[in-house]
């Protein structure tokens, strides 16, 4: 092909790999124009036809000079691609990180067919140097975090060469990673009584019809105390024997008053001179009666005995 100086110079003549197409139309200005084939880029265009004097076209055609021909032989030079931002999806946005977990991602592929090959993500965690992890042919990627229990911040690009995608960033908590603790069981919360102002004791009013004295309660019932047995009755029991029947006197001694502080066992309510206490009831009239026989009888062998030893002394 021609060089810039072809016109000063005859010998200004360049060399290159290319392809012809007598499809495409192209024009001046057109050079350095990529030629693309669906997502693949193919070359760049180099020459075309040129129109007669009188703006003529005797034959379209446009070439153009292959792509990795052109890179071979300028060092130092890419190809500028279209990359897609990585995505996370592992752990979900929200969750918690555990150090040394493995943290995975995609780049997605649209508009492209494919993700460029040859493509990384370049990894920035907060306070460290970048570094770069590779990108399968299916974008994924992934790298292990740090072993660190502090918040996980970190950016991620795709790169390609000295294609950038553009960052996105990233923020994951630390789990809980201490021994776990016991789950308290809930208890159901407690009402705190109101404090009550303190309210008067009654007055007792004298039942009516309409307000009745209410009942007392019953006492509970007690274990009876065992009762002692009543004591023996220490008078002496009378006599069973028959008493031998005496002759009453032939004359009735005069009575004489009864002493003081003596009881009366009579079945009357005589209190006789010397204020004599009542003591006694009816029932006691048989037993007087016995003590009074009793007596009398030994007033009488008195007598007798006493009247037997003066005779026997003369």
Do not use: C
Not at 35 to 64: K, M
Not at 118 to 138: E, H, L, M, Y
Not at 189 to 212: F, G, Y
């Amino acid at each position: 092909m021609p060089g810039p100086d072809y016109k000063k110079n005859a010998n200004d003549i360049r060399a290159f790999d290319g392809f012809l197409s007598y499809g495409v139309q192209s024009s001046g200005g057109d050079s350095g124009g990529p030629y693309l084939s669906g997502n693949y880029a193919l070359g760049t265009h180099s020459a075309g036809d040129t129109p007669d004097a009188n703006g003529n076209v005797v034959q379209n055609f446009a070439v153009a000079a292959t792509l990795r021909d052109s890179l071979a032989v300028l060092p130092g030079y890419q190809l500028e691609l279209f990359l897609n931002k990585p995505a996370i999806t592992a752990p979900a946005p929200g969750e918690t990180y555990k150090p040394g977990q493995v943290l995975s991602g995609q780049v997605p592929a649209a508009p492209a067919s494919a993700v460029a090959a040859g493509s990384s993500v370049r990894i920035t965690i907060q306070g460290k140097d970048p570094f770069d992890v590779p990108v399968d042919a299916a974008g994924k990627w992934s790298f292990t975090a740090p072993q660190s229990a502090d918040t996980l911040r970190f950016t991620a690009e795709t790169v390609n060469g000295f294609s950038r995608s553009g960052v996105s960033s990233f923020e994951f908590a630390a789990a809980t990673t201490g021994p776990p603790t016991a789950t308290p069981t809930p208890t159901a919360p407690t009402a705190t009584p109101t404090p009550t102002a303190p309210t008067a004791t009654p007055t007792p009013t004298a039942p009516t019809a309409s307000n009745p004295v209410p009942s007392s309660p019953a006492p509970a019932p007690t274990t009876p105390a065992p009762i002692a047995p009543a004591p023996a009755d220490p008078s002496p029991a009378l006599p069973t024997e028959t008493p031998a029947v005496v002759p009453p006197p032939a004359a009735s001694p005069t009575p004489s008053a009864p002493p003081a502080d003596l009881a009366n066992t009579g079945g009357h309510d005589d209190r006789g001179a010397g204020g004599l206490a009542y003591t006694g009831a009816s029932g006691l009239i048989t037993a007087a009666a016995w003590a009074a026989g009793a007596l009398a009888v030994g007033l009488l062998l008195m007598v007798l005995v006493r009247r037997r030893n003066r005779r026997a002394s003369r």
